[in-house]
């Protein structure tokens, strides 16, 4: 597999350099902390994620590279956000008894979150990859802003001229996604 | 997969279908696995612009799954681990037994931090360490947005980008390259060079840095003070970022004035 160059603070991370372990926990674990408190978690549980989140992005790192498109600290703070996230989600199906709970190994855990966050990533590059007027479209019809001012915001004749465009831009982020390279690896079940 | 396939997931997705309609099309998601597939990236989507994570509990396996695989069970791996949570234990450890109070403070910061975030007001920032303070009064706005006006600037504007999207060693190379080939160059590529030595932990460097813009004739020349300050709080420099913003507050027109009073109380 082509490895992606490493981001010099992931390279630090790799070589274990006191100058990142500085940066992370002076600057990034309070707000992680903060995230987790405010979403019904406990110190430990945002103790847990940053643990988590930091041996991610090593594994990572020795297997293929990790690129980042945005500031170090907003990348592993997001890593943290997703992490959390999917943490909570287990306990509300457990909580929910929908599924029989299998018990999955640790192993099984870490691959399936590297999987989950390196796709969430691709999700995430891909929107950015989409014209501005469509991203700007989506985002307002995924936040339920109504067809009537969607038309007056973007100047569109009709609400049929709206849904038009929303479905195509729906339909060319799927394609952006499905056809990246990368998707065949993260492909759910 | 055709078109009113999709619609029929976005309807169900939004919640529109009737009562029968949902039962039928659920029937179907039971029997179709391209119309299952299609639905669960769907969803996916329409959570990820909702901020929220749909969660993908069976991924196919790949040859990349395969060698997360492997590499869990390395030794290499355990060893990463375990200095990881060393290295956790020494930094959240040693917290605990300098600053005894630090974790109901840490608490009043987070809350305070998640107010000011919301609020965009600026509130007592008392009991903060340099790095937090550091973050708060830190923002890239305070740093000029450049437009390209001349070949020349070339590298200087796509500097100023590499830095704004976090790539700080492209940053420091096209910023250098710039400031090496252009007559008398502008003083934002010193301040911008200065916060990428900064970010990249190179402090008497971004101070060097800060030290031209602040010597120069340019209007903003005051900048260099303000990102002294704040580079010598990333520093947890304490006395000398105090030292600086004593400065700032000699002169009422200085860049940050304001701010500068306000960290200054903070510290």
Redesign the interface.
Known sequence: MKKITNHPQIQQLLDGEQQVFELLYNSILPKVTAFVKNNRGQQEDADEVFQKALFQLIARAKIKGVQINSAFEAYVFTVCKNLWRKELNNRKREVRNETIMELKGAEDEFVTEILSQERWELFQEKILELSENCRALLKDYFSKVSYKVIIEKFNYSSENVAFQRIFKCKKKLTSLITSDSRYKDLTSL | MT?QD??QI?KYLNGELSAKDSATFELRLKQEDNLAK?F???R???A???N??V??????E????K???D???TD??KQ??K???E??HN??GNEKQTQPKS?NY??I???I??LIISTLFIFNTQDK?P??L??EYYTAEDLPSLVQRGDNQDNLVKGTIAFK?????KAETLLKSYIETTDSPSMNAFLYLGMVKAE??NYDSAMLNFDKVLTSNSLDASKGLWFKALTLLKKADIVEAKEVLKVILKDENNFNYEKAKELLKAL
């Open positions: 078109d999709i619609q976005d299609e669960k990236l769907q996916e989507i329409k990820h612009f909702q929220e994570l969660e993908t509990e069976h991924f196919e790949s040859n990349y799954s060698e997360l695989r590499f869990y069970n290499e791996a990463f681990k200095k990881i949570a290295r956790h930094f959240v974790r840490l608490l910061a987070a809350a931090t998640v360490n790095t937090q550091y973050v999207e976090g790539d700080f060693i990249l932990g």
